[in-house]
Structure formats: C-alpha cells, structure tokens
C-alpha cells in the first residue's frame, strides 16, 4: 500500500510515468512529499554537477534548475505565477480565488516569477562541483517538506479541488507530519551539517508567514498555494545556504 501510494505521489509530482491512483488515495502519502525531492534534487543536482565540468558554472547552476522545472512539469511554478496574480488584485477573497483560477497571467505573476527563477538559477550556480548536487537535494527536500507543513497547519478550500484533498489529508496527522519533518532534518543535516539549522529555521519562518497570509486573505490553502510555497522555499533555502557559505 505505501508503495503504492509512493508511486501515485510521484507521478502526481513530476512527469515520470509511473502511473497514479487515484486523487484520493495518493493525497494520503502527501506526508512522503520529501523523499520525492531527495530524486528530484539528485537528479538535477547530478546534471548541475556533471555540466559544470565543460560549462561555466552559472550556465550549470540554471541547467540544474531547468531539470528541476522539467521533471515537475512546471507545475508548481504554474501555481506560483497564479498565487502572484491573485495576491496582487485588490478584493475580497472569494474575488482573489477567482483570479487565481483564471486561465490569464498577469504583469505580477511575469514579475515574481521570474525573480524567484532568477534567483533560484543564481544561487545554484554559485556552488561547484559535488556542491551543486548538495544545494540541490537540500533545497528541493526543504520545498517539498514546506507544501507538507503548509497543508498540515492550512486551512481546507471549501471548494473540491486537488488541493482540498492533500490539505485535509494532513488535518491532525501529527505522527506523518513529525515523519516527514524528522527525515527532512536527517537528509538534510547529513548533506550540509550544522548549515541544516538555518536552513530548517527560515523555511519554517517562510511556511508561517505564508500560511498565516493565506489562510487570513484566501480563507484557506490551495494547490497553487502549495505550488507557490514549494518555488519560494527552494529560493529561500539556496539563498540561506549561500549566505551562511559566505
């Protein structure tokens, strides 16, 4: 069954056919979210990390983001660009959740989004070597690990929708929650050592104050908020990793 739900998580979350079950049964290994970006991680970090021996390091640093979006299909930068239109609209909520489903993308999302990949594509390339495989293990794990946090202290869309189901999969699942926030540390402190303390400390900052605007402005937590939780964190957490390297 685990394995099973493992496997619907991963094709739910990058473009690797390895077929899914239903929407139901695979949200209830959301809590599994990190160890799906440990192979995310490694595989980008591992095309970071072997072009980086005929190419210039930052040109390696956004080849590594580049397999990263590919291998999730770009669907949690999808989510990011919709958040970023629907924060910046000005209305209620329901007013927002209606921009942030909409099919049209907008000046802020353009913005946003390519400041988090700027960002993102900058910081990988700073690491060499061995390096960049690290940065990006870690810092897809901790993405990962900050959608499985948002859902668990999110509050549910009222609405049916893919999101609906991971968020309430994580209502009270304190032991899966606890899991996966343990294998995130040991993954994490295994790689980069006592860095993994700055690393653990920002994202869940970043997860409070996402979550507390979310469920304070939309009245709950959406896959796109997921989405935009999973792209911001990745960011933050190379940014972290750089700042404490320097």
């Known amino acids: 069954m685990v394995i099973e739900g493992f496997k619907g998580l991963l094709g739910f979350l990058t473009i690797l056919p390895v077929g899914m079950k239903s929407i139901e049964t695979t949200s209830k290994f959301f809590f599994l979210c990190p160890i799906v970006g440990l192979m995310i991680g490694a595989i980008a970090g591992a095309v970071g990390w072997g072009s980086s021996v005929f190419l210039p390091q930052i040109v390696s640093g956004f080849l590594a983001l580049a397999a990263m979006q590919v291998l999730i299909g770009f669907h949690h930068f999808d989510g990011l660009l919709d958040f970023s239109d629907a924060v910046m609209v000005r209305g209620n909520a329901d007013r927002k959740l209606e921009v942030m489903h909409d099919k049209y993308t907008g000046a802020a999302a353009v913005g946003i989004g390519f400041i988090v990949l700027a960002l993102t594509g900058l910081s990988l390339g700073h690491f060499a070597g061995i390096e960049v495989l690290r940065a990006a293990v870690?810092?897809?794990?901790?993405?990962?690990?900050?959608?499985?946090?948002?859902?668990?202290?999110?509050?549910?869309?009222?609405?049916?929708?893919?999101?609906?189901?991971?968020?309430?999969?994580?209502?009270?699942?304190?032991?899966?929650?606890?899991?996966?926030?343990?294998?995130?540390?040991?993954?994490?402190?295994?790689?980069?050592?006592?860095?993994?303390?700055?690393?653990?400390?920002?994202?869940?900052?970043?997860?409070?104050?996402?979550?507390?605007?979310?469920n304070r402005v939309f009245g709950?937590?959406?896959?796109?908020?997921?989405?935009?939780?999973?792209?911001?964190?990745?960011?933050?957490?190379?940014l972290v990793l750089l700042a404490t390297i320097v």
């Open 220 to 238: 709950c937590v959406t896959g796109d908020i997921l989405g935009a939780s999973n792209e911001i964190n990745r960011a933050i957490s190379l």
């Open 138 to 214: 870690v810092s897809e794990v901790i993405a990962k690990e900050s959608m499985v946090l948002m859902a668990y202290f999110g509050k549910p869309p009222l609405y049916e929708g893919m999101g609906k189901h991971f968020v309430e999969s994580m209502k009270n699942a304190n032991r899966k929650m606890l899991s996966s926030l343990i294998l995130s540390a040991v993954v994490i402190f295994l790689l980069v050592g006592e860095m993994s303390l700055y690393v653990l400390i920002s994202m869940a900052v970043a997860v409070i104050v996402l979550k507390s605007y979310a």
